[in-house]
Structure formats: C-alpha cells, structure tokens
C-alpha cells in the first residue's frame, strides 16, 4: 500500500512541459512517480527539456511509471469501422518509443472516445472491436514489458461500469490487461468505490485520483466532492494494492511548488486515514 509514494500525472501541473522551473521544482518535490502523456513535449522543439527531465529522473530515482494515450476518435481501438480501427492499432504502437525511452510500465488507456449510444448490441460491437486491437498487441507488450491500464470512463462511454470492464478483460492476460480506476469517472457509483476495488483485485493496476460531485467528472481535490476517501484507501490495502497512487486533478492557479505542496499535504491526509 502506498508502495510507490506520491505520483501525480504532468497534466495537473502544466499543459506543456517547456518550464525547467517546473523540473526543479519535481525535482525538489515528495512526488516519486508521474504519468506522461503524448502532448507533454509538444514545444519541445530540440528536446532540451526533455533531456533535462530525464536528467532530474535519474539523479533523484523519480520515474515516469505510465504514460497515456491520446484518446480522440483517431485513437479510438474500439472504432466500428474496421478501417479506422486498424488505423488507431497504428497510431497506437507510434507511441511504443516513449513508453520505452522513459521506461514506462503501464500505458493508461481509454476504452473509447466520446459514444452517445446505451444499445447493449452497439456497445457490445465496440467491446468486441477494442479486444480484437488488444489481442493485435499482446505479444508486443509482452515483449516491452508493459502492461495496458484501462480507464473507467463517465457517461455513456465504454467502461463506465464494472460489468464493462468484466466484459472487455473476460478472458484477457491478467498480467497484460487490467484497469486504472478513475474513481471520479464513475458518475452516481460512488459509493460504490470500496466495493468496486476489492472485486478488481490484481486486475488493478493503476489509479487516476480525485475528487468530484456524484454526477460528472471534475477532476477535485481529494475531500472537496462525494467520495468516502478512507473506505477507498481501506479498500486498497484489502487488496494488498501496490500500484501507482497517481493523482489527477485540475489546478488552474498558482506556481509549480504550490501545486505540489497541495498535492503532498493532501497524500499525507490519505495516508493518514488507514
């Protein structure tokens, strides 16, 4: 429990890395663990920040333990149009280099973009297609070593329930495929967040962590929303949960070493709670 200390993901510090005060300020910070994704180094022209990053991992032992995928309907591995979907397993494997450059060992992963449709048979077509591009890429990431997190997702998006989830891992190499529990994804479960955790089990691999309304997803500080946050945490260690405690929030104001003091002060009251 708590094995991998803080974690946070890049995106609730900056939308770009392209501030080396940031890089210090990581450097400086509790935080042992970040969640990458595609857009990070967008402006990274020369790779300069980047290197400079990767310098900062390896003199402090901080690691980036998951990297994102983007998940807009070009990325969508569940397309119904066979051709497109096809086309995503492509872009989906584009991104193989930075998962090893950095050393990732999950890629965190959305079951489908943005579906406006509760037809068990259109859904179940999507769960179909996104296991088929799963199987496509098993012995790939066998051979990384890297494990695909699917993402518990809000609305009416595939993986918005457990029985989704069930559904699409039925079946599926438990030591490959399994689940990061955004546990502010899941619209009016949330009480349902100790129960839930306990029955994914070692298909738990990851987590995205924040707080929210009950009704949709805001991406809060945990203990400003909905969520029994020691009936989580207890949950977690039922399991024997030794994943990434990543969190994934929106802080919109502030200097680097304020977001992450936040984020510290907030992890020790988790911790706090067991």
Not at 89 to 107: D, L, N, P, Q, W
Not at 258 to 269: A, P, T, Y
Request: proline fraction near 3%; charge should be negative.
């Amino acid at each position: 429990m708590f094995d991998c200390g803080l974690g946070t993901s890049l995106s609730s510090l900056t939308d770009y890395m392209a501030n080396r005060g940031l890089i210090e300020a990581l450097r400086n910070s509790e935080v042992k663990t970040f969640e990458l994704n595609a857009q990070m180094f967008f402006y990274d022209y020369d790779r300069a920040i980047r290197e400079e990053f990767k310098q900062m991992l390896k003199e402090t032992g901080k690691r980036v333990i998951s990297f994102h995928i983007p998940f807009a309907g070009a990325d969508d591995l569940s397309n119904v149009d066979e051709t497109l979907r096809v086309q995503a397993v492509s872009r989906f494997r584009a991104h193989y280099a930075t998962v090893k450059e950095f050393g990732c060992s999950f890629i965190v992963l959305h079951p489908s973009t943005e579906i406006r449709t509760n037809v068990k048979a259109e859904r179940d077509e999507r769960i179909n297609q996104l296991r088929k591009s799963l199987l496509e890429v098993e012995q790939e990431l066998a051979e990384m070593n890297v494990k695909v997190a699917l993402e518990f997702l809000p609305r009416l998006c595939i993986g918005n329930t457990l029985a989704d989830m069930e559904q699409i891992l039925e079946g599926m190499n438990e030591e490959i495929f399994g689940v990061c529990f955004d546990v502010n994804h899941i619209m009016n479960q949330y009480p349902q967040i100790p129960a839930m955790t306990r029955k994914l089990g070692k298909r738990l691999f990851t987590t995205h962590i924040s707080d929210y309304n009950g009704i949709d997803e805001c991406h809060w500080l945990p203990g400003n929303g909905v969520i029994d946050w020691k009936g989580f945490v207890e949950a977690l260690k039922d399991i024997d949960y030794r994943g990434p405690f990543n969190y994934e929030i929106r802080q919109q104001e502030g200097m680097p070493e304020r977001k992450l003091q936040i984020l510290e002060d907030n992890f020790n009251f988790l911790k706090s709670l067991l």
